[in-house]
């Protein structure tokens, strides 16, 4: 069973960097696409970046776009985002998801599995 499992959140002053690391322990299913959205208290879940799993496709969210890097490592089932740059609003929890298509812009609807997610803290 797909199980994603987020980890390298933290607290960090503005400028500074993060990277957070998502594993689909048991594999990835019938999933093509994987990437992270965030929530914060009060606020909607907004699409962060998104990555197909075959290919170069990515997607990011223009407040991003230029400071963070979606990564993946296929063999080890495993996606990164590369958070550099960190401002302040980019404070939130950080959820890992998992689709079976790649869509620009992604679809919340379309994601099926998601992580319990990380704590990132901008000050």
């Known amino acids: 069973h797909v199980q994603l499992v987020e980890s390298g959140g933290g607290s960090v002053q503005a400028g500074g960097s993060l990277r957070l690391s998502c594993v689909a322990s048991?594999?990835?299913?019938?999933?093509?696409?994987m990437g992270w959205f965030r929530q914060a208290p009060g606020k909607e879940r907004e699409a962060v970046a998104t990555?197909?799993?075959?290919?170069?496709?990515?997607y990011y969210a223009d407040s991003v776009r230029g400071r963070f890097t979606i990564a993946r490592d296929s063999p080890k089932n495993t996606v990164y985002l590369q958070m550099n740059n960190l401002k302040p609003e980019d404070t939130s929890m950080y959820y890992c998801?998992?689709?079976?298509?790649?869509?620009?812009?992604?679809?919340?609807?379309?994601?099926?599995?998601w992580g319990q997610g990380t704590q990132v803290t901008v000050s």
């Open positions: 998801a998992a689709a079976r298509g790649f869509r620009d812009p992604p679809r919340t609807r379309d994601f099926n599995y």
């Open positions: 048991g594999g990835i299913g019938d999933s093509t696409c």
């Open positions: 990555i197909y799993l075959h290919g170069p496709m990515t």
